[in-house]
């Protein structure tokens, strides 16, 4: 079960290979990094409750009434 899991957790290679031919390792580190930070605070405000910002009004999906 670990190794599955752990195979879950990683960039299939076909997408790393499509990254590596644009972006540098550096580059796609942070990248990494950054959808993770991103992911972590989305999951934060979600859990929270956070008040959708008003400038996100027009993204919600139908039926979502937060902040209506």
């Known amino acids: 079960?670990?190794?599955r899991r752990q195979r879950q957790m990683?960039?299939?290679d076909?997408?790393?290979n499509k990254l590596s031919?644009?972006?540098s390792t550096?580059?796609?580190v942070l990248l990494?990094?950054?959808a993770g930070i991103m992911y972590a605070t989305n999951l934060?405000?979600?859990v929270v409750k956070v008040p959708l910002d008003e400038v996100l009004y027009k993204y919600r999906k139908?039926?979502?009434t937060r902040n209506v």
């Open 1 to 3: 079960k670990a190794i």
């Open 10 to 12: 990683c960039i299939r």
């Open 14 to 16: 076909r997408i790393y």
């Open 21 to 23: 031919e644009r972006f």
């Open 26 to 28: 550096e580059e796609i």
């Open 32 to 34: 990494i990094a950054f």
């Open 44 to 46: 934060f405000n979600t």
């Open 62 to 64: 139908d039926g979502d």
